[in-house]
């Protein structure tokens, strides 16, 4: 099961005095002002101001939870996606770097906090993209329950159609809650449209390379192509690792557990630089949710050489 997936209570209704509730309501503004190109209809009383040199402000009379929420989701309520989508992609992993145990148990590898924060993160997203083992083993629903929030879109990224034999089980497929779309390299268009209906299928010319590897920038350019700017990529580890690996993520988020898994499922993993010198060093800012330590790493900002 994913690690969101768990039968939660419907998301409270916003309370109008509490500081973390009208932050929220005017990051949703925000987010829906992006996508719509209008300006932001926000309540006085969310406090947020926008400037052009900084972008958006939190006033001073919020408390410090209301604060950190709103430092946490700046980098999102400032992203530019008109001319290239800003992706942002999270991954909940144990002390020793693990996303779930070696089985594919994921259940539960965070704290409640930080699902929490993964369904902001998914209400603030145009669409929400997940890879194949996933799907295979967790077949997530991908919807904002816990937070009030609209769904995003929902990617299957599945270059190379490993699906195929289990598609038709996908539980997300069946809500009807917000759009799906199988993507896969367009060799296996016919193939895909056959399982799911074309208005499901997102074929994408060259997705694949020779190796077998998928090309992340077509897979960029053919979702903002479809108007989804803001991209969440939500899991697992092979998936991410490759967005990151071939620069497309914009920010990383890592909610580190106090967990110890052992041999499980690696969370990054890719080919690295020999010396330490060229590993990357992320600017980055620690928030603590829970028990849970999250590291916001802006990837697009490297620290100054140490
Ligand atoms: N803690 C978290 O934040 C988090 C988030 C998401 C998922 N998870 C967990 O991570 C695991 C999945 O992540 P992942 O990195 O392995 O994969 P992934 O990134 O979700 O998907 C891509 C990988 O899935 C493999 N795959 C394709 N079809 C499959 C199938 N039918 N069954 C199983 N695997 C298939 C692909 O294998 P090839 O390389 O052979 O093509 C590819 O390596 C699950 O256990 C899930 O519970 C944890």
Redesign the pocket.
């Given at each position: 099961m994913?690690?969101d997936d768990s039968p939660a209570a419907p998301a409270a209704p916003a309370r109008a005095g509490d500081p973390i509730d009208r932050v929220w309501a005017g990051c949703l503004a925000i987010a829906q002002a992006r996508r719509s190109g209008a300006p932001a209809q926000l309540s006085p009383h969310a406090g947020l101001v926008h400037h052009d040199a900084t972008g958006w402000q939190l006033g001073d009379a919020t408390g410090a939870p209301a604060r950190a929420l709103f430092a946490l989701l700046k980098p999102l309520l400032d992203c530019r996606t008109d001319t290239r989508p800003w992706v942002i992609a999270?991954?909940?992993?144990s002390l020793d770097g693990c996303?779930?145990t070696r089985t594919?148990d994921?259940r539960f590898?965070n704290g409640p906090d930080i699902l929490t924060h993964l369904h902001r993160l998914r209400a603030l997203a145009d669409a929400v993209i997940?890879?194949?083992?996933?799907v295979?083993?967790?077949d997530p629903q991908l919807t904002v329950r816990h937070v009030p929030g609209r769904n995003p879109a929902r990617i299957l990224f599945d270059p190379?159609l490993?699906?195929a034999s289990r598609i038709a089980g996908v539980r997300c497929l069946a809500d009807a809650q917000s759009p799906v779309w199988w993507m896969c390299d367009a060799r296996w268009q016919d193939a895909a449209t056959q399982l799911v209906g074309a208005q499901r299928v997102l074929a994408v010319p060259d997705l694949l390379r020779s190796d077998g590897t998928p090309r992340i920038g077509a897979a960029l350019d053919a979702l903002h192509a479809r108007g989804l700017g803001l991209l969440f990529v939500?899991?697992?580890?092979?998936?991410v690792s490759r967005f990151l690996a071939q620069g497309a993520l914009d920010r990383l988020h890592l909610a580190v557990a106090p967990l110890i898994i052992g041999s499980g499922?690696p969370g990054l993993r890719f080919p690295g630089p020999d010396h330490l010198g060229d590993c990357r060093r992320p600017v980055f800012h620690m928030y603590t949710l829970g028990s849970d330590q999250l590291w916001d790493l802006d990837m697009r900002m490297p620290q100054t050489a140490t």
């Open positions: 994913h690690p999270q991954l909940g992993q996303i779930a594919g994921a590898v997940v890879g194949a083992g996933t295979a083993i967790d190379q490993q699906l939500e899991g697992g580890g092979v998936t499922r």
